[in-house]
């Protein structure tokens, strides 16, 4: 009898498959928390420095406007903070009642020094758990090019639903990811 190897698309839990982290690289403690409008310059050079932000023209200046965009709008922003205070990565949901209450996850990222630690992780479940205090459903974009980050969102009970070719430029493409948040029977009304 023959065994079938899994389709790249499937799903798997956490716990079957190990998580994977740079050699060398302890886990890092991190204080998850909601942002302050303190926090809006760190944020915003966080987002600056980020290599794939910067393809689609992110610059400090441009977050900066972004997030002061998304607070007036009552967008939810996460943090994660070092020991130290220092913020090393953050998570931005976009509330809304579309695709029968489905809130966004515009972004998560963890600075470049402090991937593959579980800081990313722990902004994700933040983040669902903000989102489930005003949304049935969770979808959020990235890149079709960007295996690591569609793997991470795969290991987390995310599902591919679809590609939306040149969305926001003519050189990226995105894939759509959704993830229901509650069950049928305990959903919020839309």
Known sequence: MSRRRPAPSSRRTAAARPRARRPGRPAVASLIRRATPGDVPALAILMGESPLLGRYGTTTTTAVDALARGHASGDALIVAAAPDGRLIGMAWIV??????????????????????????????????????????????????DNDGARRFYECHGYRHVGDLPALATPELDEALYWKTLRPHGVRLPV
Do not use: F, M
């Open 95 to 144: 509330p809304s009642r579309i695709l029968t209450g489905a809130a966004y996850l515009r972004l998560l990222l963890v600075g470049a020094r402090r991937q593959r630690a579980g800081v990313g992780a722990a902004l994700l479940a933040a983040a669902e758990a903000v989102a489930r205090e005003v949304a049935n459903h969770l979808v959020l974009l990235t890149t079709t």
